[in-house]
């Protein structure tokens, strides 16, 4: 179930409606045959005024788009402080997966 459609954003200093791919990813679970053996369903309770969105968000596919590229920087710096990478040679193949 998900109470109210909309999050507190820090970055916006504002409330912002709950993502396309937060909702897939939260309605997914409902009904996972290890966890639910009656099936599943999701409920979303929102305003009027958001029904329409949501509605259509759930039936309309959505691309997936990667944000990785942004932060790939502090990721192999992680991977090189952990150890994982450790050579030129060993981070071009990190890069390369």
Same mark, same amino acid.
């Given at each position: 179930i998900i109470k109210g459609t909309? =999050?507190?954003d820090a970055q916006k200093g504002? #409330?912002?409606d709950v993502g396309v791919l937060d909702v897939q990813?939260? #309605?997914?679970?409902?009904?996972?045959?290890q966890y639910d053996t009656n099936g599943g369903e999701g409920i979303i309770i929102?305003?009027?005024?958001? @029904?329409q969105f949501y509605l259509s968000m759930l039936v309309t596919q959505a691309p997936i788009e990667s944000k @990785? =590229? *942004?932060a790939l920087c502090d990721h192999l710096c992680a991977e090189v402080s952990l150890g994982?990478? *450790?050579s030129l040679k060993e981070a071009?193949?990190? @890069? *390369?997966?």
């Open positions: 909309q =999050v507190y504002a #409330f912002v990813q939260i #309605f997914g679970r409902a009904g996972r045959p929102t305003t009027h005024a958001k @029904l @990785l =590229v *942004s994982t990478v *450790s071009v193949v990190w @890069l *390369s997966y």
